[in-house]
C-alpha cells in the first residue's frame, strides 16, 4: 500500500515551453502532497506543499508564477512549470501524506531537461 | 524549526564490513525521525522510522537505528553491508504535526567489493 505515482517519469522540453507533471497517490488519500526539487548530488529542497482544495504554500524563493501547483483532488497534485528554462532542468519529486502517520510517501521522481 | 546534519557527504566500505551513517537534528520541539534511501533516478524510499517507544529501530533489510535524545542524534547503523546498499541516504526530522520535513544532504554510501 501506499503507493504513489509520477508521470511522466521523464521530459524533454524546449526552452519557453510549458511542462505538466502529475502526482498520483494510487491507494490512499492525500490530504496533502508536497513537491521538492533535487540538484545533482543534493538533497531535497521543499519547493510547495497543498492541501485538496487549497491553494499552495510556496517556500521562500520559490516563485509561484513560475511553478504553478493544483492539487484539485484527493488523489491528485499537479506541478506544471511554465516557460520553463535550461535552469530548471531538475528532478521533481512529489510526495504525499494522510492523517496520522506522519510519514511521506515518495513518487518516483520526474527527471526534467530543457533545451 | 528543525534543522539536519549529515556529517559525512560520502562513505566507502569494503563489502560485508559495518558501517555507521551519522544523523544530527537541532529542533526546539519533539520530533519524528526517519531514513530514507535513494537509488540512482528513483526517488526515495522509507528505510525506517522512530515516532515513538523504543528508542531502537529495525528495518526488514539489516539497518537499524537509535533515536538519542540527549545527543539529538539519530545514527544509521548496519553490521555487515552489501553491494546492493550502495545509495544515497537521507536523514530527515518533521515536528509531530507532519507538516513539513527537513531533510539532511545525504550521504552517499559506497560499497566495495
Known amino acids: 500500500g501506499a503507493v504513489v505515482s509520477q508521470h511522466p517519469s521523464w521530459v524533454i522540453c524546449k526552452s519557453g515551453t510549458s511542462v505538466k507533471i502529475e502526482c498520483r497517490s494510487l491507494d490512499f488519500q492525500a490530504t496533502t502532497m508536497f513537491w521538492y526539487r533535487q540538484f545533482p548530488k543534493q538533497s531535497l529542497m521543499l519547493m510547495a506543499t497543498?492541501?485538496?482544495?487549497?491553494?499552495?504554500?510556496?517556500e521562500q524563493g520559490v516563485e509561484k508564477d513560475k511553478f504553478l501547483i493544483n492539487h484539485a483532488s484527493l488523489t491528485l497534485s499537479t506541478l506544471t512549470v511554465t516557460s520553463a528554462h535550461p535552469e530548471d532542468s531538475s528532478f521533481y519529486i512529489c510526495s504525499a501524506r494522510t492523517q496520522g502517520p506522519y510519514e511521506q510517501y515518495f513518487g518516483p521522481g520526474t527527471r526534467l531537461t530543457v533545451t | 524549526a528543525q534543522s539536519v546534519t549529515q556529517l559525512d557527504s560520502q562513505v566507502p566500505v569494503f563489502e560485508e564490513a559495518p558501517v555507521e551513517l551519522r544523523c544530527n537534528y537541532s529542533s526546539s520541539v519533539s520530533v519524528y525521525l526517519f531514513w530514507y534511501v535513494q537509488y540512482p533516478n528513483q526517488g526515495l524510499q522509507l528505510l525506517l522510522k522512530y515516532l515513538s517507544g523504543s528508542t531502537l529501530v529495525e528495518s526488514i533489510n539489516g539497518f537499524e537505528a537509535e533515536f538519542n535524545k540527549s545527543q539529538t542524534s539519530f545514527h544509521l547503523r548496519k553490521p555487515s553491508v552489501h553491494i546492493s546498499d550502495t545509495a544515497e541516504y537521507f536523514c530527515a526530522v518533521s515536528d509531530h504535526a507532519g507538516n513539513q520535513f527537513y531533510f539532511g544532504t545525504g550521504t552517499s554510501l559506497t560499497v566495495i567489493p
Open positions: 497543498s492541501n485538496e482544495g487549497s491553494k499552495a504554500t510556496y
